[in-house]
């Protein structure tokens, strides 16, 4: 890791900068995957699918059969587990359910809001070097909960064509709809469009790399919404003389083995500590069975060391972490004054994989500085709010001066009109 120390403010930007390509370096790739998808559907997700998967899938969803023999694979201890996590994930996104809002805000003129869910729901689950079967918990769960009525699943195929068999299960528990064997640009691209065999969904979510990330916003231009452009995995840790430098190390790695274009950050106002998880880094690192992985996110990453606190917040508020990990005596601080991070992690026994696996926490999170202004997934992102209002003749008569005045002054006179023509109707009736 790149050890930096009291680096200036104006360096903080290149000193911070994340080790992904350019939009521009990856976008003719996936346009013209998405072109190829449009005008011949299923031919072409199976020709990307042998080309970037190396496999030939004669039938791309998941049959019963399928399912019924993943499950059957899965042994009893990991289907507790993940039944312990659904617990958990439904219990905190249950919790985020709310009332209709209801409003008389002046007489005679009600309005209200209702949120409703949305319909067709996508979800990318990545399956290559890491099959992401927490992920199916952290997107179908808060799904079903928010009451989307289709639910449709996409995951790349292994060597065999088999989708893995945890993802079955877990989008089986789940309630998932319709499981598809389909990765890459090309299953966004099936959702985004529609084929035959891949339904068209209203919104995408979930993970995936940096190919994955530009095809979901190059979906927003067809009209499917996205949960946000999450890429790469990221970590900063802030910590002091009262962190453990193996907890830190251990934390660091856990999200430099996802993939080699992951990035973490050591923020810390104690150059000892700093030294020790250096060391602690590699001598876990030389065991883990993605070393490879590791290593190269590594390589991205830095060890930063600053005078103080104000200066530590300063810097992470400006990178946006998507998790950040805070561990130092004065606690508070961080937790008061954090700005932009996409999860909080708190205390020397809160590791980062909780939140990944079973504290019941969302794990789909803003990544590229977007926790700046995206928020993590939650049960409101499965839902729209729609807004509703009933005005009596008492109502249009308190507002209808102030609608007509406005209108004018726009210059739109049938807005006018359409409130003077009741305003007139009341009047007539008041006559007679």
């Known amino acids: 890791m790149n050890k930096i120390y009291n680096p200036k403010p104006e360096t903080w930007s290149v000193i911070l900068e994340r080790p992904t390509q350019t939009v521009d370096d990856i976008e003719a790739t996936v346009k013209g995957i998405f072109k190829e998808v449009q005008s011949k559907g299923d031919s072409a997700v199976s020709k990307y699918t042998s080309l970037f998967d190396g496999v030939a899938v004669d039938q791309l969803e998941v049959s019963q059969a399928e399912i019924t023999t993943a499950i059957a694979s899965i042994s009893a201890e990991l289907k507790q587990a993940i039944q312990l996590a659904k617990s958990n994930i439904e219990k905190f996104h249950a919790a985020q359910k709310t009332n209709p809002v209801s409003v008389e805000t002046i007489e005679g003129v009600n309005c209200w809001q209702e949120k409703r869910p949305i319909q067709k729901i996508g979800l990318y689950i990545p399956g290559g070097t890491a099959p992401l079967f927490s992920t199916v918990l952290m997107l179908a ?5 928010a009451g989307c009525s289709e ?11 088999n989708i893995n068999p945890a993802i079955l299960y877990a989008a089986n528990l789940c ?3 319709r499981i598809l064997k389909v990765g890459g640009i090309q299953a966004i691209a099936g959702m985004t469009f529609g084929t035959v065999s891949i339904p068209k969904v209203y919104k995408i979510f979930g993970p995936g790399n940096q190919f994955v990330t530009v ?4 979906a927003t231009q067809f009209g499917v919404a996205i949960d946000m452009p999450a890429g790469p995995s990221e970590l900063l840790i802030v910590a002091d003389d009262t962190a453990v430098p193996a907890f830190v190390a251990s934390d660091l790695l856990s999200q430099a083995e996802h ?3 992951s990035q973490v950050i050591l923020v810390s106002t104690s150059k000892a500590l700093i030294d020790a998880v250096e060391l602690e880094i590699q001598s876990q690192m030389a065991v883990l069975p993605r070393k490879a992985i590791a290593e190269k996110a590594i390589a991205n990453s ?4 600053v005078e103080n606190n104000t200066t530590a917040l300063e810097l992470i508020n400006e990178y946006g972490p998507e998790h950040f990990i805070i561990c130092t005596k004065d606690e508070s601080f961080y937790i008061d004054n954090i700005a932009n991070a996409g999860s909080v992690f708190i205390g020397n026994y809160t590791p980062e994989s909780a939140g ?7 794990h789909t999170l803003p990544t590229n500085g977007y926790a700046k202004n995206y928020s993590g997934v939650n049960l409101d992102s499965f839902t729209k709010g729609m807004t509703f209002q ?5 109502g249009i008569q308190n507002i209808g001066s102030a609608i007509e005045i406005m209108a004018e002054a726009e210059g739109l006179q049938a807005h006018k009109n359409a409130v003077t023509l009741r305003l007139n109707q009341i009047e007539k009736e008041n006559r007679v």
């Open 175 to 177: 309630g998932v709809t």
């Open 151 to 161: 639910i449709v699943l996409c995951s790349p195929p292994d060597k065999q064509g």
């Open 215 to 218: 095809a979901k916003q190059l």
């Open 390 to 394: 009933k005005i009596s003749p008492i």
């Open 356 to 362: 990944d696996y079973a504290s019941g926490t969302n």
């Open 302 to 305: 830095k060890l930063i060391f």
């Open 259 to 261: 993939g080699t274009d």
């Open 141 to 145: 769960v808060p799904a079903n909960l």
